[in-house]
């Protein structure tokens, strides 16, 4: 009997980014009740061999290391574990998934782990914008300032058709502060600081203003602080929940849950 593919989570690219996948693919599981029927999860979070990724693409600050090298180096040990098993495996940082990271990345962990087929987080965000929203409507996207300065969100909306928006440039440092501000950071912090919390809800406030259809969490660390599937009329997306749903279907498609299924249609369907 051929064993059901493992799923590999990348963590270890935001404090409770491999974390909030793991939680998010139990979540979306239909189970029997029992342990053994979930699906088997290799989940490696090691923060000190994958730098600073929005670090490195404002800087290429080549001394504090590769991101695309340090995660593939993961993976590499992570082949080895595996065996013959096969597996699909995605990487919980928006930021990561920028092309001068994530194509390097992609392109070792085809080399070197053939048994690892990598799932891309933005592209499976992108299929439900598809899905539920007209070309033309403006998109909005909260992330750090190198995902943002990366050009990934906004490259793939227009080329599908839509509008991104993104809160103004002198506001964009108080929404990176959000994220890594040492004393009130969602990343220094196990639960986000009120003052986070504001923030962020404050950006998404304002995109909604602006004409947002919806908005985009484009950081693992923001729907930790912003908890909720709508704001002002916009539909808040989650990238993480649909590369959970993602990684279920792609192991066993009869295992993504009923009320998964229900949350995809009512998220493309505001």
């Given amino acids: 009997m051929k064993q059901e593919a493992v799923i590999i989570i990348g963590g270890g690219v935001g404090p409770m980014a491999g974390l909030a996948l793991h939680q998010k693919i139990i979540e979306n599981t239909l189970s029997d009740g029992s342990d053994q029927s979930h699906?088997?999860?290799?989940?490696?979070?090691?923060?000190?061999?994958?730098p600073d990724r929005t670090a490195w693409l404002i800087r290429n600050d080549e001394l504090a290391g590769d991101p695309a090298i340090g995660m593939a180096n993961i993976?590499?040990?992570?082949?080895?574990?595996l065996?013959?098993?096969?597996?699909?495996?995605?990487?919980?940082?928006?930021?990561f998934h920028a092309a001068p990271i994530f194509d390097r990345f992609t392109s070792l962990?085809?080399?070197?782990?053939?048994?690892?087929?990598?799932?891309?987080?933005?592209h499976e965000t992108m299929a439900v914008i598809k899905s539920g929203f007209k070309e033309g409507s403006k998109i909005g996207v909260l992330s750090t300032t190198g995902t943002r300065q990366s050009g990934v969100y906004h490259k793939l909306l227009q080329n599908?058709?839509?509008?991104?928006i993104f809160v103004p440039e002198l506001e964009q440092e108080a929404l990176h502060s959000s994220i890594y501000d040492k004393?009130?950071?969602?990343?220094?912090?196990?639960?986000?600081?009120?003052?986070?919390?504001?923030?962020?809800?404050?950006?998404?406030?304002?995109?909604?203003?602006e004409g947002a259809m919806a908005v985009i969490l484009a950081c693992t660390e923001l729907p930790l602080a912003l908890k909720t599937d709508s704001i002002q009329g916009a539909v808040v997306i989650d990238p993480v929940l649909y590369?959970?749903?993602?990684?279920i279907r792609e192991v066993n498609p009869e295992k993504l849950a009923p009320h998964a299924k229900q949350k995809a249609v009512k998220r493309q369907n505001p």
């Fill in 109 to 122: 962990i085809n080399k070197n782990c053939n048994n690892i087929r990598i799932i891309n987080m933005l």
């Fill in 75 to 81: 993976f590499g040990n992570a082949a080895k574990a």
């Fill in 39 to 50: 699906i088997c999860v290799h989940h490696y979070s090691c923060p000190a061999l994958v």
């Fill in 183 to 209: 004393k009130w950071g969602i990343k220094a912090t196990a639960k986000p600081s009120q003052k986070a919390v504001d923030t962020v809800k404050d950006m998404a406030k304002l995109l909604v203003k």
């Fill in 160 to 164: 599908a058709g839509y509008e991104a």
């Fill in 83 to 95: 065996g013959e098993r096969q597996a699909v495996a995605g990487i919980p940082c928006n930021t």
């Fill in 243 to 247: 590369l959970a749903m993602a990684l």
